[in-house]
């Protein structure tokens, strides 16, 4: 980064210019983390029906043994736009996972795991998000019409986990619950932002989407929950950002206003933040009587854009050799 104050043109104006060239340190994007079949598509099931499967990539989550493969089992399930199970269909492809658990009911949790090929990071934001189902009561369509009329009203509960080496780090504990309608998927979102010091860093990171198979009444237990669109996202922690004071993750001229409001000594610190210090209130300005810094223009190299704005608020993301102009206008312009 290259700072210079510079005299202006025969108007009597000086000119702070502020060349950024874009690192490591101003950029955060976020990376989507490899989780195999994570929408269910691999193992296909007849259009409309289900059927009793172990999804590819997700073996089961059996702490107490219930699952039995009939009537207590994991499977797929497949969704076309006007299903009886859910009539908007599938929220991403055509299959979804279900858990369905009949004759066990409130026996313990089931439900499906994947151990993923990351380790828990330090200075790291993990947004892990899933598509919950309510299905409908109904008869599916031939061939699985044979199976009759299943009574699926209810809904018997979930658990969303984010675990490293089996410790769960973040879950979504059935807070869904009473909000999603019969035959249809309401999201599922949790975030956790690990620290230096994490008990589990380096562990390596699991999902688990889990029926937690709890009656909702006697008379409609719920029995199933079903899955699909499985994500997760991880992005380095903003905290860890020097110069992010609007806590966006990246470091722009948004954080030129916020800094108005930090105490000096707060903004030594962020190497980041004293080109801006210096746009708002220079540490040597000019000897220029009469002449107060009142708006600014912004430069960019790519496009040639030119942007004025007299209320100090023009938002514009830092790249390779983009040139920012500050302008001292006299008092009595």
Request: aromatic share 8%; hydrophobic share 40%; with cysteine.
């Amino acid at each position: 980064m290259e700072v210079k104050l510079t005299r202006c043109r025969s108007r009597g104006l000086w000119t702070l210019v502020i060349v950024a060239f874009a690192s490591d340190a101003m950029s955060v994007e976020p990376v989507s983390l490899a989780i195999s079949n994570p929408g269910f598509e691999a193992d296909l099931v007849s259009e409309g029906c289900f059927e009793g499967l172990l999804p590819t990539g997700w073996p089961v989550y059996d702490p107490n043994g219930i699952l039995d493969g009939v009537w207590n089992a994991v499977g797929g399930l497949n969704l076309p736009p006007g299903s009886v199970w859910f009539p908007g269909g599938a929220p991403e492809g055509d299959h979804v996972a279900l858990v369905f658990l009949s004759t066990a009911i409130g026996a313990g949790p089931a439900g499906l795991t994947q151990v993923l090929g990351d380790t828990l990071q330090a200075d790291t934001t993990y947004t892990l998000s899933v598509q919950v189902g309510n299905i409908a009561s109904g008869i599916g369509p031939p061939p699985c019409d044979v199976f009759g009329f299943f009574d699926l009203n209810g809904f018997p509960g979930y658990q969303v986990q984010l675990l490293a080496s089996g410790v769960v780090i973040a879950e979504d504990d059935n807070s869904l619950a009473g909000t999603i309608p019969e035959g249809e998927f309401r999201l599922s979102t949790i975030q956790v932002t690990v620290g230096i010091t994490h008990p589990q860093l380096g562990d390596t990171l699991e999902i688990r989407l889990i029926n937690l198979n709890v009656a909702d009444t006697p008379g409609d237990p719920g029995i199933e929950v079903d899955f699909d669109d499985v994500r997760l996202v991880a992005q380095p922690a903003c905290a860890a950002l020097d110069g992010d004071f609007d806590t966006d993750c990246d470091v722009d001229l948004d954080d030129h206003r916020d800094i108005r409001g930090v105490p000096e000594r707060a903004r030594r610190k962020h190497s980041a933040t004293r080109m801006y210090a210096g746009a708002i209130r220079p540490r040597r300005p000019p000897r220029r009587p009469g002449c107060r810094l009142t708006r600014f223009q912004v430069v960019s190299r790519r496009g040639h854009r030119k942007l004025t704005n007299p209320m100090n608020t023009v938002s514009m993301h830092y790249s390779a050799a983009q040139t920012v102009h500050y302008r001292l206008y006299p008092l009595t312009q």
